[in-house]
């Protein structure tokens, strides 16, 4: 079991730090959850991957030049993926736009552990990808589609 204030904690950091996405390959779509910080902060990594059981970790360097080391925790195994979407329903995201970002994956886990087929999977992608892009001051967030498990979106102010 997750302690509270970790999982509270935690649904912060990832609302700012964190990016829930798709692999999209030509017959699959998977989805998954990563955190890149700085290498030198790897241990705040480590000790996510510790409390939740879940994920990996890796460091990489896209160009040794002009950026410094990174360190990633990825979460793409799909049981790990369903753990993750159980652990955030439990807390709050602080803003409109990441917790549209999780309910769309959230859907889009469910929805792959349940088998759906591939043109459910990438409806949800696009839906994923499409609440990613940039919102003026004046437009509304995508919302889930009517169909949806998930009660409609409400912008914070």
Known sequence: MVDRDFLNWFAGF???EGCFYT???PRITRPAFQINLRDDDIEILRRVRKELNIGTISRHCVNKEVSNPQARW????????????????????YGARKEADFR??????????????????????????EVK?????????????????????????
């Open 104 to 129: 769309i994956w959230a859907e889009l886990v469910e929805a792959k552990a349940a088998g759906a087929g591939r043109g459910t999977l990438r409806a949800l992608a696009r839906q994923l990808s």
């Open 133 to 157: 892009e940039y919102i003026g001051e004046n437009q509304q967030l995508p919302l889930p589609n009517q169909n949806s498990k998930h009660p409609q979106l409400r912008l914070i102010s």
């Open 14 to 16: 990832a609302a700012g």
């Open 23 to 25: 692999h999209r390959e």
């Open 74 to 93: 990825q979460v793409c195994r799909l049981t790990d993926c369903q753990k993750l979407v159980g652990l955030l329903r439990q807390v709050s995201f």
